[in-house]
């Protein structure tokens, strides 16, 4: 019998996965513009990573997690999510040391948590997202939100709500868990099995259970029991996004399933996802640090699902699928030519095109069919009597239209690509340096002061 892929885990197959590489390549580049750095850390860390940072009560740690020992005997770990990890190299490597706020992004990240599989939720997963450590400010939360929020428009994923809420800190979470167990003790009896649980160690979590919602609806909302300074940084993280254009939904059900998080959590959700609604999540983690034996430092991040995510593009691809459409085919009109096939298709590529070359010795009725099917936009024909002149000639795939030119007209066009794709990106900035030149060219003229 043949081997199949385990149980929750997914391939991404050529016919897909380039969707996932714009998505990707469309977060990287959001991310920079905000001024976010990559951060690749291993897929496996020390077990107790996650023990301590993560939460040995969350269901991640207990019951999702996929732990060996490795032969010498150290327990480790798949990683569930990317916090962790980060944190962790920031305190290893002293990044506190560098100019902060320190910004992370990660992309493509594979994921692994033993979940019961179902629709939007895979044994492993793939995660984009971004940390912000060193900064305690309400404005990170709002600019961290509002990358998510710019991310999913850029994609033009329409639908989703923000979600947002405070639970607090060290101060104040103390109080607001003696007035949720005095709510839930009495209603022991009518809790499912998890909430019975997680009752005395993390009563936060019952008010994210999925099983009784009503319970939820009656008990206390954290938010009543935030002390001043909490309740003043929630208030000024909704003023700050309300300033940036950005609706939140107020939702004081909102927990997060990872006990680091401390104040600001959120979540943008779509109905169009079902049981799994949340596209991307995250919250704030000012105690992570230190709890992963660091210097004290505030932290805010979040993560998205790449396959969640993937799910609410419109017309279940990104815009600009015509793009991904390879160049030029080189096709062999005679066997015996085929060095210089390949030497034709080495010089696409140099150009900067896509570009193959016939490599299986098909007949060129073959060969087109295979062109048309790959969506080739053009073919270039090597061999015949055309070639033999010193012409080439190239196919229009999408029209039909034939023509040969000299092969060094040829030559002087992919010269020109070659050049144009050896020229650095045109700096944004340098057009903002030449207004400041002008503006300041007009200030020296009128006052008199150009030094
Ligand atoms: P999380 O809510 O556990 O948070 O996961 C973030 C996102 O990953 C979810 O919103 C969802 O889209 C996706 N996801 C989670 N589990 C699965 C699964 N089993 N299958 C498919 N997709 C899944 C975190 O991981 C935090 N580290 C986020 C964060 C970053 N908080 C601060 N910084």
Redesign the pocket.
Known sequence: MSIQKPRGMEDVLPGESWRWQRVEAVFRDLAERYGYREIRTPLVEATELFERGVGGGTD?VEKEMYTFLDPAGRSLTLRP???AGAVRAFVEHHLDQEPGPLKLYYVAAP?F?Y?RPQA????Q?Y?F?V?VLGAAEAAVDAEVIGLGVRFLRELGVEGVRVELNSIGDESCRPRYREALLDYYRPLRGQLCEDCRRRLERNPLRLLDCKVDRELAAGAPPVRDALCAACAAHYEEVRRLLGALGVEVVENPRLV???DYYTRTVF?LVSDRLGA?N??????R?DRLAEQLGGPPTPG??????M??LLALLPGGAPRGAEEERPDVFVALVEPGRVAEALAAAERLRAAGLRAECELSGRSLRAQMRYASKRRFRLALLVGGEEWARGEATLRDLDGGRQASLPRGRLEEALARLEARRARPRAAPAGELRRLLAAADGERGEGDGDDS
């Open positions: 991640v999510e990317g916090t994921m948590r979940e939007g939720r895979q044994r997963f995660q997202g940390e997060r399933g990872l979540e799994q949340a596209v991307l999540s995250g919250g983690y805010i991040g979040f993560a998205g699902g396959e969640r």
